[in-house]
């Protein structure tokens, strides 16, 4: 099973409106992190935005917000005001809790192409 | 500049050749990391080392041969090289503490095999 869904692999949003970016996950820890990554057409991975799963408040990044339902295990991204400059891939990843093999890795989704039309 | 860098930035290669991926980190950062982004994007943990030590190994080819001389680099060494292995390679480091630590990647090497 996966354990990041991401399930729209393209978007389209005018420029200077909102967009929502959809994530949902799948854990059995109770302590665990979502971390959303930009990917740009240049290919570099660029990170925005985290959220703990013990955060009372929804993380926010300028305008980089997650909305973080932990009952519904979802963790969107809203980007407010869309530039053309974020247009790119957008991953949703997750860390779960620390393990005795010392794991710190990332599990990301497949990504959400985000095409801002002017 | 701190960042995490990566060379070559492009590789492109001949079946069963080896070639090597390098990789260094100036963040000061305990843990590093490859991963394999394919064709659609997907991208998939390789290896993790924390401090010289390998910690995950996924399952990966034995022709993929992780090297890390000091925590600050983890190089990678890919043997008989396969059409398969086409993808675009990335590095990334973190700190081993703190849930809430961001993976910081290079900017990628693309593999080209023909």
Known sequence: ?118 | DTAVSQTPKYLVTQMGNDKSIKCEQNLGHDTMYWYKQDSKKFLKIMFSYNNKELIINETVPNRFSPKSPDKAHLNLHINSLELGDSAVYFCASSHRTGGNSPLHFGNGTRLTVT
Do not use: H
């Open chain 1, 1 to 118: 099973a996966q354990k990041i869904t991401q399930t729209q692999p393209g978007m389209f949003v005018q420029e200077k409106e909102a967009v929502t970016l959809d994530c949902t996950y799948d854990t059995s820890d109770q302590s665990y992190g979502l971390f959303w990554y930009k990917q740009p057409s240049s290919g570099e991975m660029i990170f925005l935005i985290y959220q703990g799963s013990y955060d009372e408040q929804n993380a926010t990044e300028g305008r980089y917000s997650l909305n973080f339902q932990k009952a519904r295990k979802s963790a969107n991204l809203v980007i407010s005001a869309s530039q053309l400059g974020d247009s790119a891939m957008y991953f949703c990843a997750m860390r779960e809790a620390y393990s005795g093999a010392g794991s710190y890795q990332l599990t990301f989704g497949k990504g959400t192409k985000l095409s801002v039309i002017p």
